[in-house]
Structures are given as structure tokens and as C-alpha cells.
């Protein structure tokens, strides 16, 4: 079984609207974190935004926030007021395990954003 | 602060040859990684270096060795390229501290072709 899901493989937004990209997730592991990485045409990998398992409140980054919900294991990623150049593919990912053994990220296969003007 | 470096940024190799991708991150950061990118399937860890002296194994090690130099270094080797070994390699850094989130920072990648 996949243990990042990303359901969406491209979403299309109208600039200034707000877009909801979706991730589902399976562990087992009470501890873990999720991330969200933006991948511009350009290529590199840029972090966004994060959240730890026992994080009581949802994690906000600028236009960023992630709409957490551990029962459904889901950590959706929200762009309020969509830009231009937030057209690019973005990666949910999930580290399991804390204490200096959480050393792998496991990746979701993306979702190609694209923000028309 | 460069962060994390990557060379070279493209390359073409033919099959059986050999390379070395080069990693150095300036972040002081204790554990560094090397993934690999292939379309459709996402980032997949090939080695990891959870500290100065270590490294070990992670999804896709198979045709790779690595060698963590020091502290601020960290390599990647292809003894004999094959064309399933195309693909775009990323490097990335973190504190591993066992701290609370420990976020991982990448660099701009090589795009290796083998032919």
C-alpha cells in the first residue's frame, strides 16, 4: 500500500482564488511529520510548510496553511490567493518514527498546480 | 549561506562508464541524503548519512555507492551507468537532532542521461 497519496494528479485554480491540494497518508507509527515541497518548472525541491503528528493546531506558512485531519489521516495543503507563479508540481511527504531515527522522507507522486491568469 | 550544492548539473553518460555526483551543504547539518527522481514515481531515497561516518542504505541502493567525506560532504558514485539509472538526483540536508521537525532542504539536482 501507498503510504503518501496524492489523488490529483493536476488541479487547475484562477489567480486570487484559493486551491486545496489533497494528501492522504498511512503509518502506524504515533509520531510522524508531514511535509509539503514546491517543484517549479525550474527544478529544485523547496520546502513549504510542515506538520508534526501531535501538533494540536494546523501549521500556517504566509498563503500556506495544511488542513490537518489525523482521524481521516489527511494533510491537504491550502493556497490562499493564488499567484502566478505558484504554478508548479507539489509533493506531500511523510517522515515516521522521532528520537534520531527519522531519517526518511517518503514522497507522493505530486500534483501539478496551475494557476491561470 | 549556499545551502546545499550539487554538481555537476547535467551530464550524458554512456552505458558501463563511471561518475561521481558531488553534495556540500554549509547549514552545519548533521545528516544528508541523496534521492533520486523518475517521472510519475515521485523522490526515492537511494542512500542516507544519518551522521559524519555513516551511511546506509534506502529504497533504491542497487548500482550506487556514496562515501560521506566529512561533515559538510557527501557523495554519490555510479560504478557502471545503465539507462534505468537516468533520472534526476537530488541531494538534500537536515539536523537530525531528533528534534521536532527536522526539514529536509534540497539542491537544485543533476540530470544524469545514461545512453
Known amino acids: 500500500a501507498q503510504k503518501i497519496t496524492q489523488t490529483q494528479p493536476g488541479m487547475f485554480v484562477q489567480e486570487k482564488e484559493a486551491v486545496t491540494l489533497d494528501c492522504t497518508y498511512d503509518?502506524?507509527?504515533?509520531?510522524?511529520?508531514l511535509f509539503w515541497y514546491k517543484q517549479p518548472s525550474s527544478g529544485e525541491m523547496i520546502f513549504l510548510i510542515y506538520?508534526?503528528?501531535?501538533?494540536?493546531q494546523n501549521a500556517t506558512e504566509g498563503r500556506y496553511s495544511l488542513n490537518f485531519q489525523k482521524a481521516r489521516k489527511s494533510a491537504n495543503l491550502v493556497i490562499s490567493a493564488s499567484q502566478l507563479g505558484d504554478s508548479a508540481m507539489y509533493f506531500c511527504?511523510?517522515?515516521?518514527?522521532?528520537?534520531?531515527?527519522?531519517?526518511?522522507?517518503?514522497f507522493g507522486k505530486g500534483t501539478l498546480l496551475t494557476v491561470n491568469p | 549561506n549556499a545551502g546545499v550544492t550539487q554538481t555537476p548539473k547535467f551530464q550524458v553518460l554512456k552505458t558501463g562508464q563511471s561518475m561521481t555526483l558531488q553534495c556540500a551543504q554549509d547549514?552545519?547539518?548533521?545528516?544528508m541524503y541523496w534521492y533520486r527522481q523518475d517521472p510519475g514515481m515521485g523522490l526515492r531515497l537511494i542512500y542516507y548519512?544519518?551522521?559524519?561516518?555513516?551511511?546506509d542504505k534506502g529504497e533504491v541502493p542497487n548500482g550506487y555507492n556514496v562515501s560521506r567525506l566529512n561533515k559538510r560532504e557527501f557523495s554519490l558514485r555510479l560504478e557502471s551507468a545503465a539507462p534505468s539509472q537516468t533520472s534526476v538526483y537530488f541531494c538534500?540536508?537536515?539536523?537530525?537532532?531528533?528534534?521536532?521537525?527536522?526539514?529536509?532542504?534540497f539542491g537544485p539536482g543533476t540530470r544524469l542521461t545514461v545512453l
Open positions: 548519512s544519518a551522521s559524519e561516518g555513516t551511511t
Open positions: 538534500a540536508s537536515s539536523e537530525l537532532t531528533g528534534g521536532h521537525t527536522d526539514t529536509q532542504y
Open positions: 547549514m552545519n547539518h548533521n545528516s
Open positions: 503509518t502506524s507509527d504515533p509520531s510522524y511529520g
Open positions: 506538520q508534526g503528528s501531535y501538533d494540536q
Open positions: 511527504a511523510m517522515r515516521e518514527g522521532s528520537g534520531g531515527s527519522n531519517y526518511k522522507l517518503t
